[in-house]
T-cell receptor
Framework: DAKTTQPPSMDCAEGRAANLPCNHSTISGNEYVYWYRQIHSQGPQYIIHGLKNNETNEMASLIITEDRKSSTLILPHATLRDTAVYYCIVRARAGSARQLTFGSGTQLTVLP | EPEVTQTPSHQVTQMGQEVILRCVPISNHLYFYWYRQILGQKVEFLVSFYNNEISEKSEIFDDQFSVERPDGSNFTLKIRSTKLEDSAMYFC???????????FGSGTRLTVV
């Protein structure tokens, strides 16, 4: 699975959009970009994933560049409860028991 | 919303003792996983399980570890002879065929003394 690079930490004001970047320059054609978050030692929580098109769900939006070498997770209106470590993970599509490789992620702190 | 249930939430055991961590995955999921996180460190993959057999395992998952799905609903992780360095949060997860993410449980905190 391709390696990802994320900033170690970011701050965001409550109510503003949080934009979390991820670089995955060695991503291959069959690899998806997945985002998870972990709130204070709880189990990781799936947020969103995508292949090449932008995706949106009730939690977040995922913007993937045309060359697929980077992506941005957008939390449109961050709340204090969004304070967590956010992980960007690249791996082949589901449908197989493939492991997720967690990096260090980005610690997002939402400030009141 | 369906969830993965893990028990116990916290277990303390003496070094050398056997422990069994239990998980009830989401009922229609087909793939099952164990991960662990030592305090302050990354989440690490241990093992994946599909069709009643191990699909992948990491180098952490040595002969001291085993997994079982004894009754079609529970998924267990056994550590035969615990060591101090096994102290960690252990997370169970499950997933289905689709391109959806894994669902993780809330974890079992294992403390080996």
């Amino acid at each position: 699975d391709a390696k990802t690079t994320q900033p170690p930490s970011m701050d965001c004001a409550e109510g503003r959009a949080a934009n979390l970047p991820c670089n995955h320059s060695t991503i291959s054609g069959n690899e998806y970009v997945y985002w998870y978050r972990q709130i204070h030692s709880q189990g990781p929580q799936y947020i969103i994933h995508g292949l090449k098109n932008n995706e949106t769900n009730e939690m977040a939006s995922l913007i993937i560049t045309e060359d697929r070498k980077s992506s941005t997770l957008i939390l449109p209106h961050a709340t204090l409860r969004d304070t967590a470590v956010y992980y960007c993970i690249v791996r082949a599509r589901a449908g197989s028991a493939r492991q997720l490789t967690f990096g260090s992620g980005t610690q997002l702190t939402v400030l009141p | 919303e369906p969830e993965v249930t893990q028990t116990p939430s916290h277990q303390v055991t003496q070094m050398g003792q056997e422990v069994i961590l239990r998980c009830v995955p989401i009922s229609n999921h087909l793939y099952f996983y164990w991960y662990r996180q030592i305090l302050g460190q990354k989440v690490e993959f241990l093992v994946s399980f599909y069709n009643n057999e191990i699909s992948e395992k990491s180098e952490i998952f040595d002969d001291q570890f085993s997994v079982e799905r004894p009754d079609g609903s529970n998924f267990t992780l056994k550590i035969r002879s615990t060591k101090l360095e096994d102290s960690a949060m252990y997370f169970c997860a499950s997933s289905d065929w689709g391109d959806y993410g894994y669902t993780f449980g809330s974890g079992t905190r294992l403390t080996v003394v």
